[in-house]
Every structure is written in structure tokens, then in C-alpha cells.
């Protein structure tokens, strides 16, 4: 199980709190790299919350989040830099970030963890070309010298651009949006825009990437295009993938790893096999009550296996 | 000390001003989002209907009683002052409503330019002196270097302030018309797919707004004896300033907020310097804003992603 | 059957005719208690200091007619160019009595023929409403720009527009005379020039990066006294107290930016119309720098390349051997702020096709999204602030060495108003649509300076100038019913594959800053 062998992102005693509510509460898992890790659970479990943890929008209350960019996270090296209290370590065995430490912007860009959102943020005023060439912004704002050289139009900043652009093409034609490039993003149909929020994440070069929800909302047809999408990304890219989501079809199709939580705790972690004959993710999905649930672990015998 | 307490006071009364004023605004930002940037000329307007009304009353008509005049004007710069408000919804901001996001503020900007300058060419640009009222004091310390005093006309402004707010807050928790309000500042929408006439409610909130204003006018001439046409903009938005640091849309709040205000400006007056008492003003808006952008008494709003 | 669908006509004729009649009664009404006792009474105070009352029924029952007849002709009157006809016909009858009333002058003739004039224009309105002489299809503007001519026009609408300012103080001097043509070059050319100028800066800020700034004139005046206090104390020229001037504007706007950058919309809106009134504050309250209200004067002139404008020995009269006078000045700071504003221009244009100037945009687009692709929005923040800032300060410095004198009162809210709603009115993040805007709002004020021939009809005592601000606010309200996402509400994008075409309004965002 590469999730356990390889870990690409850690996350150990995740908790947060809202005031007296508590969304998530000592939450670990592990998401392995080359991996399409899907977080599923009931609405209202703390899905989304997680990832907002993840990509830096909230801060945990308590918990570490590990991430490995490159090679291994050894505990003694992920530990070692808990201590020093900085927020990444470059070893010779891999580069560590913890995440929690890091503001959302630096998350994206140094860690290199893209993320999309529930409700499609796309930059809907921008046509489609121009949301992908924001996306590469860090890269071009070096190439304009931070600004001072392309103002002067010194400076290798037009050929950086026609490459972002050529980048942003070869992506839309990927998907199969190249006609639609000079278009508002806001005028795709909905099933276009959520693939192309997929892609702008692509286009900032992440590591990992986390989709929230991907396949909300659309018909069958598009679904499938979805999943194409996610494998070519797994594959091609040498991209991980953590994705929410509702929709069991592509849960089961695509993932390689399944963590269920409710009420902001772990039920059950496994293979999609697994997860799926679990008794306590049946009985979460199935709304039956706490007691009924051990009644059925009893009589089976388990008691949540992997976890 | 006996400077201290005199300026306490002072400063409740003139908070009490500003709270009648902040509730405009903090009702109208509450139900609607939007900063109507045009209440406090609302209230200059008011302070002038005021001034014309005590002069009309007691010069044409010939009411002698101080108390009699004061309540007349009292209740009808309640209603005209309203009218004006309702106009001002009904002309400037209701047409775009659901609109462009900075469309109702340069609206609501025109229209504070518009009365300022309104009121500049019928009424002339001169301050508008009235003869003192209510200006018996009651010394309530005497002796030391300093004597406190407490003026009827003290007494008056607050009183009518707490009396007013009384009947307003049981408005506002008691009365359909509230539970209305309530339900349109949570979710207009909503509201309106359950029977609540929407128009109707914000053209409420307005009127409320101006006559608590109105009441505001009418106090700020008894206290000050002398309006001009751009007293407006300024206790306008030292009220805005009280309304934030309450707490956006929270009554209370907007109240407290006021009083502090008030203090705030007196006491930095009295202590500091009263060249710079607007700067502090100025001040506590910029620090509430950024330290607690929730105010006092308000609710604080978690980012959603 | 005719007969029945003629009568059914009828029937709703008088049936709108009498919702007509009852609406203006209604609005009457409602102006009747507007107008008591605001409008019916003044209040003047006597030599004793004491206000007496001047009633003044007669305006009380002028404003209750015309509003009535506003309503009752808006309601009859359907399409625009009607009522446009009517709402002209109305103010010529409202004249007519006016001067009627109010003026010594007034003629029979003159009286009578304004107020039938007046209600020919009424009736002609009638008279296009109800004879269909409605077009179709895009309107004249739309037509013009579709056709070749129109083609040319636009694609080189820019060199053509510059080249025509490049003309226009020359075209000028030569058709009006020095004397003559001062007025039009000074109050017109620099005055709207300097308010282009503000509205390109400002419009980095609220039109890209969609943060609501109502303090902008802070900045002005930054740049305004950085030259004043600099020439006068150090004797420092303008080339060199130019840049200067635009560091601290810049300065002071990452000063502004940095508390501010956590909030939102309304509260970002405050923050900086408080920092804007601490900085005029400010400006009156330190006496010992700013000499207070008295402001500074003596400040030193623009000069050509060094070479002053005075009537003097070695002066640009002199040397150039032309009779002395200060239109050359005039004229030559018209092109200073020419240059200025499009340098304004130029590097926003750049700007916006830059990362810096995308990023601008989509943080209006989506603060949230901005930061999950690795864009540092604090930066992105600050720098747009900064610029926009800086534009502010260099024209805050022309405007110092063009009047030779600053003080505060140069520097109030209304400044701030009225650069933002140039630029909204233009239409947020539109370089010509704002300056269309500037040269509606300002050259319309200005326009408004000359109803001076009113006073000689209504005597000395009438000051058109009153009306000026009056007219000015509430045109802002007009204009913002009427167009609420300003001139060009459409956005052109910064870069495109195959076409570029115009994003409509209803995409783009609105900023949440």
C-alpha cells in the first residue's frame, strides 16, 4: 500500500474547532504518493474542512501536516523540523512542508498543493485563456522582473508569456475547450467550468492536487470525461490526486485509497474494496444509530479494521 | 475629578445624538448592505426643518409653552423628516437595488451632496443661530475649583433619547413589523417567498431611520442652538463610526457605540487637544475596523471558502 | 368588432390617464411635504443676530406643479426621446414664469414666447410617442462605430484622440486669441486633464483591483504638499520634486494598505474615507508645516526646462521674442499633465498585461481563488494601492505648481467623490470610458460656471454658481439609475488567442475590497 510505504501528505491529530463546535476532531490519515485519494463521508462530516486545513485557508487548532514535495517524509526528519519550529526543511531524503504552518498563497506555491473549490471559483469575468495565464502567475511575475523589467520591456518577459500561453493551449485542448479560449469563463457550461478550475490547478504545477466535490452536479457523460481527466493527471502528470466526493461511481472507479470520516472522525481508511463492505461506513451512509452500528459490528466481528 | 464628571456628561449627552443617528445607519446596513451615506445629511435636513417648525410655532402660531413646541416639533420633523427619507429610498436607491455593487454608494454619495447643497441655495449658507432653550442649570457640586452642572436641556436630550429608544426597541422585538425586518436582514429572498413585502419593509427601516434622526436634529439644535447646511457630514460619519464599533447591524451597539463616541470626542477635547477631536473620531473608526471588524455587540463573520 | 377593440382603447386611455392623474397628485403631495418647511420658509438672521422667518409660498406651490407635471408626463409618455422633449419643454415653461416672477427684465415677449415654446416642445413630445417614429436595432452611436468609417475611427481612435489634444490648445490660441483662449485651455483643457489623470490612477485600484477607495484625494494632496514644502524649504525644482512627490504618495498609500488589507467591501470603503479626512484634518491642524487653513503660497512656478514664464528679461516670452502673455504657461502645462496622464495611461495599459495586472484583476474576480493558486494577495494588495497612489501624487504635484498655492480646502470628501464616481460612472477598469467620464462630470460643472447670463435676467442677487454642486450631486444620482455599470460596461481582455472579445458586464466581477 503505497499510502503507507510512500506517504505523500500526513495528517496526524487533526483538529478543529469552531467556537464550541468541533468540525474535526483528531483526525489522521495518510495520502500515498501517485495515489488518488478520495475523502468521502456523509454531508456535514468535515470533508471540506479538511481540505480548507490542508491548503492553508483555516488553521488547524491542533494537529501536523505533513507533506513530502519529493522522496521520503521520515518521522525523524518530519519531527526533527516540528522542533525547529520553521515551516519546511529541504532533506537530503526529501522535501518536508508542514502545512499548517503556511499561509494559504505560500501552500500553493512553494508546496505546490492546488486545490479546487464546492462552488466553482473561477475568475468568471477573465476569459478562459486569461484564468489559466493568472494561474502561472509566480513563474511570470519572475519573468517580468517582478514587474519593473516588463513595465520597461527588458527582459525575457514575452517569450516566458507565449510559453504559459502555449501551456494553457495544450491543456484546453486536453480537454477539449480550445475553441472556447477567448470566451468568459463564466459563460462555459457548468460542467466545462469545473473541469477548467481543474486545469487552472494543473497549471500552477502542483504536486498534489485537491478537487472538492468534482463531479457535483454533472450529468453521466461529463462524469466520465471527469474521470479520464483525474487518471490522465495521475498518470501523465505524476500528479497526486485527494478528491471529496459524493458521487460513489467515480469514488470506486478511480481511487486508490478511500478515508471515510462523520462528524469529523475516521471510520473507516482502505481500499476502495475494503471501504465498500465495511459495516460502519454502510451504517454511516445508511443513517443507522450509534447503537445499531455495534450491534452489527458484533454480530460480524469487526471492528473497523485498517484503522 | 469635578472637570472629569462635568465632562462626562457632556459627553452621554452628546453620545446620546450620535446613537439616534447610528441606528439609521445601522438598521439601513443591516437589512440592505449599504451605507447610505446620505443619513446624515438626512439629519442636517432635519435640524433644519426643526429650526424652520420652533420658529413657525412660536412666532406665526404664538405657542408660548417651551415644552408644548418642543413636542410639536418634536413629532412633526418626525414625519417630515421621514417623508424625505422615503423619497430619497424610493428615487435614489430603490431603482438599483440588485445592482452594480458601487452603484447605490456614489447614488447615496450624490444625494448627501445633493441635500447639503439643497438646503446651501433655499436656506442660504449662514449658520442659523436659535435663542438658548432649556438653559436652566442644576449645579450639582459646588465649591471645589470646578463647578459640575447639569442643564434641563441635558436632561431633556437624554431623556427623550431613552424614552424614544424604548418605544423603538419594542418595535423592532415585539411587532410583526420587526420580526419582518429581522427576517429580510437574514435572508431577503427568503422573506419575500413568505409573504413579506420587501419594498415595504426597507421603506420602513428608512422611515425609522429618519425619524430616530429627526429626533437627533431636534436635540442637536436644543444643544448646540445653531444649524448650518454642512452640519451633515461629520456627525454623519462620526454615527457611522459609533454604528461600526457597536457592531454593524446590532441596535444596542449602535447605541453604545454612540455614547462612546461621544465620550471619546468630549473627553479628547477636554484632555488632549479639540483641534485634532475629529482626528481621534477618524481614529477610533480606522482601529475598530481593523482590531474587531464586529464591533462590540455584533456577530463576527467566519470566511467561507 | 372594430368598434369594440377602438372602445377597449378608449377605455384604457382614460383608464392610464387616470392612473396618470392620480400617481402626480400623489407626487405633488409627497413634494408638498418636502417642500414645507424647507422650501416654504427661510430663515435669515437680522442685525441682532435673530432668525426671522420669510415665508415663501409661492416656491412651495412652483416645486408642487412641476413635480405633478414631471410625473403625469412621465407617466403618459413611453419612450425616451419623448419624455426627453417634455422634461425641456417643462424647464422652458418653468423659465417663463420663473422670470415671469422673479426678473425685472423679464419682457412680455420674452415670457410668452418661452413658455409656449415650452409647450410645443411638450406636445411635439406627445407627437413622437404616439407616431411610432420608434427605430429599431443599435442606436446612432452603435451604427457609426459598425460602419467602416467607424472601423478606422476606433481601431486608430486612440492616435486620433491624442493627436486632437496635441491640437487643441494651439487650435485654440489661434481661433480665440491669449485672451480668449485662456479660459477654455485652463478650466477645460488642464482642469479635465488633471481629473482624467486622478481617474486613471484611482481606477488601478477600484476599476482592476476592485478595492473601493473613497480617500483617493489623500494621496492628491500628499503630492501637492511633498511639492509645495520641497520647493519652498529646499528650493528643489519640479522634475526633481515630481518623482519625489510620487514615492511619498506611493509611500503613504502602503501605509494606508497595510492595516486595511483584511477588510472587506463597505468597511475598506470607511477606513480610507477616514484616512482621507485625518490627512485634510491633518493638513489644518499643523499650522507649523502647513500653515493651517492660510495653506502655502508662493509657490514656485512651472518652468520651461528653467526658463520661467514671467514677464521678465530671459523669460519664454522674452527669449522666444513672442509679446508677453500667460497663456504660454497656461499652454504649457496643458501638455505637462497631457504627458503625465498618458504616462498614466500607458503604464496601466502595460500593467494590465503584466502578471501584476492580472492578478489585480482576479483578485476583483475572486480574492479566494487568487490565493489557492499561489498569488500573494497582500502584495497584489499594496502594489496596487501604491501605484495608484503614486499616479495621485504626481498629479497632486501638478496641481501645486500649476496654482502656486495649496491648502487644505483643495482637498476635501468631495474630491474623493468625485474621482470615484468618474470612475465608476466610466466604467470600472475602462482607460476611455473614464475619461469620457472626467470630461462629462468636469467639463459639466464647468459648463455650469457659465449660466452667469442668468444673473443678468435675474439680477445680481441670483448666483448660478449655487446650483453648481447642487446640479453636480444630483446628476451623480441620475447617471448612476441610469447607468449603473457606467459608459463601458464591457471589459476587453489582456490577452487572447484568436480574438479578442469584449467580456460582457454581466461576468465581470465586482470586487469584494
Redesign the interface.
Known amino acids: 500500500m503505497r499510502w503507507q510505504t510512500d506517504p505523500l501528505l500526513q495528517v496526524e491529530h487533526l483538529t478543529m474547532r469552531f467556537g464550541g463546535l468541533v468540525a474535526i476532531d483528531d483526525l489522521s490519515f495518510t495520502a500515498g504518493r501517485g495515489d488518488i485519494t478520495a475523502l468521502i463521508g456523509p454531508n456535514g462530516a468535515g470533508k471540506t474542512t479538511v481540505f480548507n486545513c490542508i ?3 483555516y488553521k488547524p487548532t491542533e494537529g501536523r501536516l505533513a507533506f513530502a514535495r519529493t522522496g521520503i517524509a521520515a518521522p525523524a526528519g518530519v519531527d526533527a523540523l516540528t522542533n525547529t519550529g520553521a515551516r519546511f526543511a529541504y532533506e537530503p531524503s526529501g522535501d518536508i512542508y508542514l502545512l499548517e504552518r503556511m499561509p ?3 501552500i ?2 512553494q508546496a505546490r498543493v ?4 464546492q462552488n466553482i ?7 478562459v ?2 484564468n489559466l ?3 502561472q ?2 513563474p ?2 519572475q519573468a ?1 522582473g517582478w ?1 519593473v523589467m ?2 520597461l520591456g527588458i527582459g525575457g ?1 514575452a517569450r516566458r ?1 507565449s510559453e504559459a ?1 502555449d501551456k494553457a ?1 495544450s491543456w484546453l485542448d486536453s480537454i477539449g475547450l ?1 475553441e472556447r ?7 462555459l457550461p457548468y460542467g466545462d467550468q469545473r473541469r477548467l478550475e481543474i486545469i ?2 494543473m497549471c ?1 504545477d502542483p504536486v498534489l492536487l485537491c478537487l472538492d466535490e468534482p463531479a457535483a452536479g454533472l450529468n453521466p457523460r461529463e462524469t466520465a470525461m471527469l474521470n479520464e481527466l483525474l487518471l490522465t493527471i495521475r498518470d501523465e502528470h505524476n500528479t497526486s490526486l485527494l478528491l471529496i466526493e459524493h458521487d460513489m461511481a467515480v469514488v470506486m472507479q478511480i481511487s486508490d485509497h478511500v478515508v471515510v470520516i462523520d462528524y469529523g472522525v475516521k471510520i473507516s481508511d482502505g481500499t476502495p474494496e475494503f471501504v465498500r463492505n465495511d459495516p460502519k461506513v454502510i451504517a454511516a451512509y445508511l443513517g443507522v444509530s450509534d447503537e445499531e452500528v455495534e450491534q452489527v459490528e458484533s454480530e460480524i466481528g469487526a471492528d473497523g479494521g485498517a484503522r | 475629578m469635578e472637570n472629569f464628571l462635568q465632562q462626562l456628561i457632556n459627553g452621554v449627552t452628546l453620545g446620546s445624538i450620535y446613537g439616534l443617528i447610528a441606528i439609521g445607519y445601522t438598521m439601513v ?1 443591516g437589512i440592505i ?3 447610505n451615506f446620505a443619513h446624515g445629511d438626512v439629519f442636517m ?1 432635519s435640524a ?2 426643526a ?3 420652533f ?2 410655532v412660536t ?2 402660531l404664538g405657542v408660548s409653552s417651551l415644552f408644548l413646541a418642543f413636542f410639536i416639533i418634536l413629532i412633526a420633523g418626525m414625519i ?1 423628516t421621514s ?2 427619507s422615503w ?1 430619497i429610498e424610493r ?2 436607491y430603490r ?2 437595488r440588485g ?9 447615496a ?16 449658507p ?6 438658548p432653550m432649556f438653559n436652566q442649570v442644576i449645579q450639582l457640586t459646588s465649591g471645589g475649583e470646578f463647578d459640575v452642572t447639569l442643564a434641563y436641556k441635558q436632561i431633556v436630550i437624554v431623556a427623550v433619547t431613552v424614552v424614544l429608544l424604548a418605544v423603538f426597541w419594542f418595535v423592532v422585538q415585539k411587532t410583526p413589523l420587526g420580526r419582518a425586518q429581522r427576517a429580510c436582514e437574514q435572508d431577503r429572498k427568503m422573506a419575500a417567498l413568505l409573504g413579506i413585502n420587501v419594498d415595504r419593509t426597507i421603506s420602513i427601516t428608512f422611515i425609522i431611520g429618519a425619524a430616530l434622526a429627526s429626533v437627533a436634529g431636534v436635540l442637536y439644535l436644543v444643544n448646540y442652538g445653531v444649524v448650518s447646511f454642512s452640519d451633515g ?1 461629520i456627525p454623519g ?1 462620526k454615527a ?2 459609533a454604528a ?1 464599533l457597536g457592531g454593524i447591524g446590532s441596535i444596542p451597539g449602535a447605541v453604545l457605540g454612540g455614547l462612546l463616541i461621544g465620550l471619546v470626542e468630549v473627553l479628547w477635547s477636554a484632555y488632549v487637544s479639540s ?2 477631536k ?2 481621534a473620531a ?2 477610533i ?2 482601529i475598530a ?2 482590531f474587531m ?1 464586529s464591533g462590540l455587540l455584533g456577530k463576527p463573520e467566519i ?1 467561507k ?1 | 368588432m372594430s368598434a369594440a377593440v377602438s372602445e377597449q382603447k378608449d377605455d384604457q386611455a382614460a383608464g392610464r390617464m387616470a392612473k396618470a392623474l392620480r400617481e402626480s397628485a400623489f407626487a405633488g403631495l ?1 413634494t408638498a ?2 417642500s ?4 416654504a ?5 437680522d442685525i441682532r ?3 426671522q ?1 420669510q415665508p415663501r409660498w409661492s ?1 412651495l406651490v412652483t416645486a408642487v406643479l412641476l413635480v405633478a407635471s414631471a410625473r403625469f408626463l412621465a407617466l403618459m409618455l413611453d419612450t425616451v426621446r419623448a419624455r426627453a422633449l417634455a422634461a425641456a419643454g417643462l424647464l422652458l415653461c418653468a423659465f417663463g414664469f420663473g422670470s415671469a416672477w422673479f426678473s425685472p427684465l423679464a419682457t412680455a415677449s420674452l415670457i410668452g414666447g418661452t413658455i409656449l415654446a415650452g409647450l410645443i416642445c411638450i406636445g411635439a413630445g406627445f407627437f413622437v410617442d404616439r407616431s411610432h417614429i420608434r427605430k429599431s436595432g443599435p442606436g446612432l452611436l452603435a451604427r457609426f462605430a459598425a460602419s467602416p468609417a467607424g472601423q478606422t475611427l476606433t481601431s486608430s481612435g486612440a492616435w486620433v484622440g491624442i493627436g486632437m489634444l496635441v491640437a487643441f490648445p494651439l487650435v485654440m490660441l489661434g481661433w480665440l486669441g491669449p485672451a480668449g483662449s485662456l479660459k477654455w485651455i485652463n478650466n477645460y483643457g488642464v482642469q479635465i486633464l488633471i481629473f482624467v489623470m486622478l481617474g486613471w490612477g484611482l481606477n488601478i485600484v ?1 476599476g482592476l483591483a476592485g478595492l ?1 477607495d473613497l480617500g483617493y484625494v489623500a494621496f492628491y494632496a500628499v503630492g501637492a504638499y511633498s511639492y509645495a514644502l520641497l520647493a519652498t524649504t529646499f528650493g528643489l525644482s519640479f522634475w526633481i520634486c515630481l518623482p519625489l512627490a510620487g514615492i511619498l504618495a506611493a509611500f503613504w498609500g502602503i501605509m494606508l494598505g497595510f ?2 488589507l ?2 472587506r ?3 475598506l ?3 480610507t ?3 482621507g ?2 490627512i485634510y ?2 493638513l489644518i ?1 499643523w499650522v507649523d508645516l502647513t500653515n493651517g487653513e492660510a495653506g502655502i503660497s508662493s509657490i514656485p512656478r512651472v518652468t520651461f526646462f528653467g526658463v520661467t514664464f514671467y514677464d521678465e528679461k530671459g523669460g519664454f516670452s522674452d527669449l522666444f521674442g513672442l509679446p508677453y502673455s500667460p497663456i504660454y504657461r497656461t499652454i504649457f502645462l496643458f501638455y505637462l499633465i497631457l504627458f503625465l496622464a498618458l504616462l498614466t495611461n500607458f ?1 496601466t495599459l ?2 494590465r498585461r ?3 495586472g ?2 489585480w ?2 483578485l ?3 480574492e ?10 497582500v502584495n497584489t494588495k499594496l ?1 496596487a494601492f501604491a501605484l495608484g497612489a503614486m499616479f495621485g501624487g504626481f498629479a497632486g504635484s501638478f496641481f501645486a505648481v500649476r496654482q502656486g498655492f495649496v491648502s487644505p480646502n483643495s482637498f476635501t ?2 474630491e474623493s ?1 468625485t474621482i ?2 468618474i470612475v ?2 466610466g466604467g ?1 477598469g475602462s482607460q476611455i470610458g473614464v475619461a469620457l467620464a472626467a470630461v462629462v462630470m468636469i467639463g459639466g460643472t464647468e459648463l455650469l460656471r457659465e449660466l452667469d447670463f442668468l444673473k443678468q435676467l435675474f439680477g445680481q442677487g441670483f448666483d448660478p454658481t ?2 453648481r ?2 446640479i ?6 441620475v447617471m ?2 441610469f447607468r ?2 457606467g459608459f463601458i460596461s464591457t ?1 476587453s ?9 469584449a ?9 469584494s475590497g
Open positions: 491548503t492553508g485557508f494559504d498563497f505560500e500553493s506555491a492546488a486545490r479546487t473549490f471559483r473561477l475568475f468568471a469575468g477573465m476569459t485563456l486569461e495565464v493568472v494561474a502567475h509566480n511570470l511575475m517580468s514587474t516588463g513595465l518577459y508569456e500561453v493551449k480550445l479560449a477567448d470566451d468568459p469563463a463564466g459563460d487552472r490547478a500552477t | 446596513y448592505g449599504m451605507i435636513v433644519f426643518i429650526m424652520l417648525l420658529l413657525a412666532a406665526f417630515l417623508l424625505w423619497t428615487i435614489a431603482p438599483l445592482s452594480f455593487r458601487l452603484a447605490p454608494l456614489i447614488s454619495i450624490g444625494m448627501s451632496i445633493f441635500l447639503a447643497n439643497f438646503v446651501q441655495v433655499v436656506q442660504g449662514r449658520n442659523k443661530p436659535l435663542p457630514f460619519v457611522f463610526t461600526v483641534d485634532y475629529n482626528v477618524f481614529s473608526l480606522i475596523l481593523i471588524p470566511e471558502v | 409627497v411635504g418636502l414645507f418647511p424647507i422650501l420658509l427661510r430663515a435669515e438672521p443676530n435673530q432668525l422667518l416656491w477600484v473601493l492595516p486595511v483584511r477588510l467591501g463597505d468597511y470603503a470607511l477606513v474615507l477616514a484616512f479626512e485625518i484634518l491633518v491642524n503604464a502595460r500593467l503584466l502578471p501584476i492580472r492578478a484583476e482576479a476583483r474576480e475572486d479566494i481563488a487568487c490565493r489557492s493558486l499561489g498569488i500573494n494577495t502594489t470628501f468631495i467623490a470615484l464616481s465608476v460612472l470600472m449655487q446650483y454642486m447642487l453636480f450631486g444630483l446628476a451623480m444620482v448612476m439609475i449603473p455599470r471589459r481582455p489582456s490577452i487572447f488567442l484568436k480574438e479578442r472579445k467580456v460582457s458586464s454581466e461576468f465581470v466581477g465586482q470586487g
